[in-house]
């Protein structure tokens, strides 16, 4: 139970150790850090999905916690908040027609989980829905709270189905491994189609099934070069990129009369 | 070799979308057609986003329409009067397609009325086309002669007010039907991302009585400025035109086309409208079949807050 009495000491004697470090007996608490190598991401033309390794370390760990694996970690690497209408499909007429829809807030466009072990033998289910973690436990805000709980209850499952589906919320069992004591290396899955924006990469320490520290960092995930310029000038002057695809049609058109002309 | 595209946020295969607008540019050379029925439909099947497929699709024609438009210009075959007026009932009926266009995505029953216009539309055009060269055929067949409808036939549509005089096409006419016309053509070009000349052509034939060979470089002139507005309507409201998916296409197209055009000239009239009616007609079946099975997934997302 050592473990477990450490746990429940770690916040608050934090807190004092650093404004008096006299009083400190126990030992100091255990925390996590990760490092990204680089900041930034570029997406090129032929992306086809990646691995991301994020390295970490656990600071003051206890050896003997260490030695017996009953540290774990769990690294998230979480896309940009976007909302979300999910919608069902119903047969009218015989004809598949979207009817229902729920609309969630904030839902991340991607979010990929690396871990020591699997979940379940980590930690309680009610700790993982606490802090929000792994892809079956984040928790979703609908729009409209008033619509029934097993509407939302539906629809929620049916979102995440669908991002698992799509490759976008992925988790990697085995994920996590410690290089040593205090070093692990986390591998992330990027999916194709992993969206643009800034991402937060998370990394959650438990230690014997509670939860210790988290630590984040940032990393932005963007299009290289020409595709990124496309999008931005689609976006950002859609008046004069209309222009220009009418202007690039009609040339096509006219060079093509020229070059292939039959008659 | 893949290529990923900006817009639709996928990665393609670019032979796949050249062949894809090869095919279709020989089809549509053949048929004296823009092709957008088939590019649209074609690019959802896919997996191109159908509010992508469709914007994308209207840029694409621009190019097929304006290499036919210059060969009917360069052999006097073009009507710029009678497609002046086509093309201002033209833009009213882009701008209401566009806004339907936003409301339906935000509804998220866009996708359900793409399909459900491609089929009723084409299943219409394509059942007619067939039954009237089927007709045609047996016809021919048989030795008898075919029966001609004389230009000096009137109908309903020669008693409205309003007419104009249209010198190149020999024409006296209200201009009501023709602006109906031109705004009918706009919706459809916005919302389905196709020229429409595929009803433009039979319609200024039966109901205005152009004379044909007026016809198809008049509708073309047309469609070059209506689907231009659609596309820049899409791209400054809905951002949804992909410019590498659009040159993909085109170039295949305008190569294809050529050849399609010269593959076209062995065929006989009725022979080329069934085919054009078949293959019609196959879309459209393709596309209903979609609407009535059970589709793999029932659920399905979206971005939300659109507009």
Known sequence: ?263 | MGIYLPIAEISVNVFVLLAMGAAVGFLSGMFGVGGGFLITPLLIFYNIPPAIAVATGANQVIASSFSGALSHFKRGTLDFKLGGVLLAGGIVGSTAGIYVFALLRRLGQLDLFISLLYVVLLGTVGGLMLVESVNALRASRSGAAPVLKKSGQHNWIHRLPFKMRFRASKLFVSVIPVLGLGAGIGFLSSIMGVGGGFIMVPALIYLLKVPTNVVIGTSLFQIIFTSAYTTLVHATTNQTVDVILAFLLMAGGVAGAQYGAKAGQRLRGEQLRALLAMLVLAVAIRLAVDLFVTPPNLYSLSAAGLN
């Open chain 1, 1 to 263: 139970m050592a473990g477990l009495r450490a746990f429940a000491a770690a916040v608050p004697l934090s807190m004092l150790f650093a404004l008096s470090p006299a009083t400190a007996q126990t030992p100091p608490a255990e925390s996590i850090q990760i490092g990204l190598s680089t900041d930034a991401i570029s997406i090129t033309a032929g992306f086809s999905g990646a691995d991301l390794t994020i390295f970490g370390s656990l600071e003051n760990p206890d050896p003997l916690v260490a030695r017996q694996g009953r540290y774990d970690v769990v690294v998230v690497l979480e896309g940009p908040p976007r909302p979300v209408v999910v919608r069902r499909k119903d047969r009218v007429l015989g004809v598949w027609i979207n009817l229902d829809s729920e609309t969630f807030e904030n839902v991340p466009v991607s979010y990929s989980v690396a871990t020591t072990r699997p979940l379940q033998d980590i930690a309680e289910p009610a700790k993982y829905k606490q802090l929000s973690l792994g892809a079956q436990n984040l928790y979703l805000k609908p729009a409209d709270e008033t619509d029934s709980p097993a509407t939302i209850e539906e629809f929620t499952a049916a979102l995440r189905e669908r991002k698992a589906a799509t490759g976008l919320y992925s988790e990697n069992v085995g994920g996590v491994q410690f290089l040593s004591q205090n070093l692990f290396r986390a591998t992330v899955r990027l999916a194709p189609n992993v969206p643009v924006g800034t991402h937060k990469a998370r990394a959650f320490l438990f230690k014997s099934g509670m939860f210790v520290k988290e630590s984040s960092a940032q990393l932005e995930i963007r299009k290289s070069g020409f595709e990124q310029s496309v999008f931005r000038v689609a976006h950002d002057y859609s008046f004069l990129y209309g222009v220009f695809a009418i202007s690039l049609a009609m040339l096509t058109g006219w060079l093509g009369r020229i070059i292939f002309r039959k008659d």
